[in-house]
């Protein structure tokens, strides 16, 4: 009894590991959408771990909302300011890979957060998206709604939600 026992665990454990070994090898491009907080550079910091263990690139996605979504809106100069601060954040994230030995890319897109992060990820046919949780309270996130939990429930791409 003891021996069967002992070899169903060996075999499952077997199974387990090589399934992660699966599952590594699948995921070769991660999407880390990122918005200046604290949560997306914890996310980044997930996916560099992931990415160094998977042999993975990293592309980061910033995503500005514009009420037009209109491309031209890039002349304006409220969003010229924006688009500075969002090129320093992307580079502070480009160096935090980079020091990793990882490849990394960056992206800037308009429009609305949830729908352009989906949209990206499945163009770009990414094998998984790490995005940081937002810490509103519940209230707060039923009466407005939640970038992450719109991608966890409408994304066909995995998501990795880091709180």
Request: glycine share 4%; aromatic share 10%; net charge positive.
């Amino acid at each position: 009894m003891l021996i069967k026992f002992s070899l169903v665990i060996t075999l499952i454990y077997f199974l387990s590991i090589n399934y992660r070994y699966y599952i590594m090898e699948k995921i070769k491009t991660i999407l880390v959408p990122m918005d200046g907080s604290k949560n997306s550079f914890k996310a980044l910091t997930k996916a560099i771990f992931l990415a160094k263990k998977c042999n993975s690139s990293i592309t980061a996605l910033f995503v500005l909302h514009t009420a037009f979504d209109n491309p031209n809106m890039i002349y304006i100069p409220q969003t010229q300011n924006e688009l500075k601060k969002v090129e320093k954040f992307l580079a502070t994230a480009k160096t935090q890979v980079t020091k990793n030995s990882i490849k990394f890319k960056k992206e800037i897109v308009f429009g609305h957060e949830a729908k352009e992060i989906i949209d990206f990820a499945q163009k770009g046919k990414f094998d998984l998206i790490v995005i940081g949780a937002r810490g509103r309270g519940t209230i707060k996130q039923m009466l407005l709604g939640s970038v992450s939990n719109t991608i966890v429930h409408s994304s066909q791409v995995p998501v990795l939600v880091i709180k």
